[in-house]
C-alpha cells in the first residue's frame, strides 16, 4: 500500500550473464536513425534506418520497414525490409517477400521467398575467407603439379 507509488515508477532491467540469453528483444522503431556501431547479445529488431556496423549474438529481425547499410554479423536472421552491405549469418538467413537485400551474404543455410529482391554475392555453408583460401590452394597445387 505504501510502496505502490515507489513500484509504479520503477523500471525492471533484464540483464543476461552470458550463461544463456533471456527472451529479450532490442527494437529500433520506425522513425529512428542511428549512425555507428551497435552490439547485442540479444536478439535485436530494426524498424528504423541502421547506418554503420551492427554484432549481433543472437537473431537479427528487419521489419518492413527497416534499412541497414553497413557490416552486420547474427547468428540468424529474418529480413523483411531493406540491406546493403555485408551479412555474415553463422545460422539461417530468412529472406521474406518483400525484402530488398544488395551485398556480400554468407550464411549456412538460406531461405529466399518468391518475391524477394536478392541481389547478391552469397557464400554457403561455411565462412567467405575460408572458401576462396581452398580455392586459392587449390589452384597453387593444379599448377604446380
Known sequence: MFGSKKNENTVK???S????HSHALN???QGTTVKGTVSSESDIRVDGTLEGDLQCSSKLIIGP?????GD???ENALIE????????????LHVK????????VTTGKLIVDQ???FNVTCNMGGMASSSKSKSKAKLVKETAG
Open 115 to 117: 518475391d524477394a529482391t
Open 72 to 74: 552486420v554479423t547474427c
Open 27 to 29: 527494437s529500433l522503431v
Open 97 to 104: 517477400d518483400n525484402a530488398k537485400i544488395e551485398g556480400d
Open 17 to 20: 550473464n552470458g550463461a544463456g
Open 65 to 69: 520497414s527497416g534499412m541497414i547499410s
Open 81 to 92: 525490409g531493406s540491406f546493403s552491405g555485408n551479412l555474415v549469418v553463422r545460422g539461417t
Open 13 to 15: 532491467k533484464s540483464t
